[in-house]
């Protein structure tokens, strides 16, 4: 399966990693950084984390060509602190988020994530959650639909797609991607749609919901900072403003002196903050990533380091 990891070599560049490194990579997806993290850690040890049994199978099998020194621990990264703690593990040199779908996510129609594809509604990257794409799109009310519509794709046209959804479900459930695509395009003006795509909003905004993506990041940058050794550091993949927003702030809060303490000389190391930004500016992809994968365009890279 065809994948093509984003911001590899500034990921791992930047991690600092020793060869005893113990690490943690929260999204392990389709194994490309944690396969190239395994290379560099030959005395240390890899936790890795994935809801998506299809995800893990494969990288797996990919893991293993390189070593046998990590485990796969199938749950939400937002469980990180928990689950590690179950194995004795409290402290970690350098953890890693990519955070959005993966492009093999993207690719398999049956997952029902592309707008491009029809398939069923879906949507889950975890097969055993409850709540699909099909389920938000038939049985949330109009309002709930417009909020997260609004919130979470940011679209210009929420409430009269909304309101569309709300009119064609009277007649018949909505279960197909290119079903409720067709019924987005009828609810945006004609000029709107042929700047872009009408539906690519709509369905970040319904993935989003299904697996409550924005609500576990900032929980899950919290133990992610509070597990990190000192000199440990903690990166983050972004790949849109409301992602990238959370983990700007997060970082921001962590690593700001106190207003009363700013400016002055020498200051006392207890008095300073414990971490530091590594990025003042986000990295992003060079001109030739992007060619050689389209996807990589809207990536944004951040690293903060626990400094005491």
Do not use: W
Request: proline fraction near 3%.
């Amino acid at each position: 399966m065809k994948h093509i990891s984003v911001l590899l070599e500034e990921c791992i560049q930047n991690l600092n990693l020793k060869e005893d490194s113990v690490v943690v990579d929260a999204t392990l997806g389709y194994g490309g950084h944690s396969r190239d993290i395994l290379t560099r850690i030959k005395k240390g040890f890899l936790f890795a984390f994935d809801q998506d049994g299809e995800a893990i199978r494969h990288s797996t099998n990919r893991l293993k060509e390189v070593g046998t020194n990590f485990t796969i621990i199938k749950t939400n990264f937002c469980h990180m602190k928990e689950e590690l703690e179950k194995v004795g593990v409290t402290k970690v040199d350098a953890v890693l988020f990519d955070l959005g779908v993966s492009s093999p996510q993207l690719d398999d129609k049956r997952r029902g994530f592309s707008y491009h594809e029809d398939a069923k509604l879906d949507m889950r990257m975890d097969q055993e959650n409850p709540l699909s794409a099909y389920e938000v799109v038939n049985h949330y009310s109009k309002s709930e639909l417009s909020r997260i519509f609004k919130e979470y794709g940011e679209a210009e046209f929420a409430n009269n797609i909304a309101r569309h959804i709300e009119m064609y479900r009277k007649e018949k459930p909505i279960e197909t991607t290119l079903e409720l695509v067709e019924i987005i395009k009828q609810a945006v003006p004609l000029k709107k749609r042929l700047k872009k795509h009408p539906a690519k909003q709509i369905f970040q905004a319904i993935r989003i919901e299904v697996n409550h993506e924005l609500d576990v990041i900032k929980p899950a940058l919290e133990q992610a900072t509070s597990l990190l050794n000192v000199g440990g550091r903690v990166a983050v993949i972004t790949f849109h403003s409301l992602e990238d927003r959370i983990v700007k702030r997060y970082f921001n809060e962590i690593t700001k002196e106190d207003e009363k303490i700013k400016g002055i000389p020498n200051i006392p190391k207890e008095y300073l903050p414990d971490f530091k930004l590594i990025t003042k500016k986000t990295i992003v992809p060079q001109k030739e990533e992007i060619e050689n994968n389209n996807r990589a365009r809207s990536a944004r890279l951040r690293i903060v380091e626990r400094v005491k």
